[in-house]
């Protein structure tokens, strides 16, 4: 984040995150990507220990009580330690906790968001099915009901921390007869008898977060461990769009940060035809727009954060911005990265950098938590919504009237 927007606190905040990943052992970080690691507990533990999980929750459950300004300044630094790591650290404290703090009992906030902002315990985020994740609406992990209790069977796939966790926030049919936005359930299911992760996949990057499946069968959790009530879950899935989306967005920012610093720091040493490739505009210029690139990531996310920490801007907007965050820095963070490994030459290539491995990582974050064509489909949404209903109807100048032949109404077709 730009230190010039920062409060003096925001400034020492900063400054703990980066003492946080400066802290991240390097062998942790190499035996995760190697999958000698399946799940680093030490790392949430630390977090816990430093009271950095959940900053922006209340501090009676463990956080402390801050914004989301705050939140993604936090997010941007402990995104360069690794993106895996920045996955796990937001998932069960930012996302999972948020739901339950915002839809849950208090018996669920003791239970899971005390213990987890502690680093004592992880939960993770399940909507993602085998048979699609786009579709929310489409989900095949049913419940039925049984006296005061549900029974849920199905499947979640690619669920970040599943090896790890010990409770999992699932999305589940309960009513396959009700309007898609009232039939489905969002239920904190414990680690319990029927409840199984595997970690199966064999990731591109991102690896040694516990991504796997998870896999329940016939299990039974009490009706008070749905979040907003029986068929609520709809409510639960929008609202957890902030923090999936403007999380992912400034943690990128972070991980792809290493990437600019390698390139800046490798083209004003590397020479060739005598002179250091800095001064060679095919490679200045990549690393002036890379610098750019990341000036203006920043500030949406930063434009973003503001409008939400208000509370006054309206939610149809907050969909849309934070939605532009994800998309925009995601596939600039992707950009970047490249053109970093591009000026960098064959040995960018390698892993004597880690380069590869940012590569590798950011490419996710174009997929997870929402892919960018779903960003896009919810931008153009609330971008039409909104334009019709208020945008239209503000008292600003009417510029097609100032064409020359704009009277011509005639010509003016549109069916
Ligand atoms: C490493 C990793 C970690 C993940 N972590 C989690 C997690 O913790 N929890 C979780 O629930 N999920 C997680 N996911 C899943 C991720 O969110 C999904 O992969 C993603 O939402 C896409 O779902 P899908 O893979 O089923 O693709 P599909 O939904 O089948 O989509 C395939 C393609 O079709 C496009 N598409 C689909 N519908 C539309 C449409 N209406 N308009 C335009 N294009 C469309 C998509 O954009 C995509 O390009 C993770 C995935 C990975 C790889």
Not at 80 to 91: K, M
Not at 124 to 139: H, I, V
Not at 298 to 312: I, K, M, P, Q
Not at 379 to 407: C, F, H, M, P, T
């Amino acid at each position: 984040m730009f230190d010039f927007l920062m409060t003096d606190d925001q400034k020492k905040l900063r400054d703990e995150a980066r003492e946080f990943t400066r802290w991240v052992p390097k062998e942790m970080i190499l035996a995760m990507d190697r999958e000698e690691i399946q799940f680093p507990h030490e790392y949430l533990q630390e977090a816990g220990r430093r009271n950095l999980l959940g900053i922006r929750l209340p501090k009676e459950y463990g956080g402390r009580g801050l914004g989301w300004v705050d939140d993604i300044i936090v997010a941007e630094e402990v995104g360069v330690a690794s993106y895996s790591l920045a996955c796990l650290w937001g998932v069960g404290a930012d996302i999972v906790c948020e739901a339950i703090l915002e839809f849950g009992s208090e018996e669920l906030k003791q239970a899971v968001v005390v213990p987890l902002l502690k680093g004592e315990t992880f939960a993770a985020e399940c909507l993602t099915e085998p048979r699609g994740g786009s579709d929310f609406f489409g989900a095949a992990t049913k419940a039925r009901k049984d006296g005061s209790d549900w029974i849920i069977t199905g499947q979640k796939r690619f669920i970040v921390g599943a090896e790890g966790a010990d409770w999992f926030l699932v999305y589940a049919v309960t009513d396959p007869s009700a309007p898609p936005h009232k039939r489905i359930t969002a239920f904190m299911v414990p680690r319990i008898e029927g409840v199984e992760t595997h970690y199966i996949y064999g990731l591109m990057g991102v690896r040694g977060g516990g991504a796997g499946r998870l896999v329940m069968n016939e299990v039974r959790v009490p009706e008070r461990y749905a979040l907003n009530g029986v068929n609520g879950g709809f409510d639960v899935f929008v609202r957890m769009m902030i923090p999936e989306r403007l999380g992912t967005a400034s943690m990128t920012i972070g991980s792809v940060r290493p990437a600019l610093e390698i390139a800046t720091r490798y083209t004003s040493r590397r020479k060739a035809f005598g002179m250091p490739i800095m001064n060679f505009q095919g490679v200045g210029f990549k690393v002036a727009d890379c610098v750019m690139q990341l000036d203006a990531a920043r500030s949406l996310c930063y434009t973003t954060a503001r409008a939400v920490d208000s509370g006054t801007v309206h939610d149809n907007r907050v969909r849309r911005m934070v939605s532009e965050s994800k998309k925009f820095v995601t596939e600039v963070a992707w950009d970047v990265a490249n053109k970093c490994m591009q000026v960098v030459g064959g040995i960018g290539y390698t892993n004597v950098y880690p380069l590869e491995r940012i590569v590798r990582d950011i490419r996710l974050s174009m997929i997870w938590v929402g892919t960018n064509e779903i960003m896009q489909l919810i931008i153009q949404n609330e971008w039409y919504k909104e334009y019709g209903k208020v945008l239209s109807k503000e008292q600003v100048r009417d510029v097609e009237l100032d064409a020359e032949n704009a009277d011509k109404s005639e010509e003016k077709v549109y069916e």
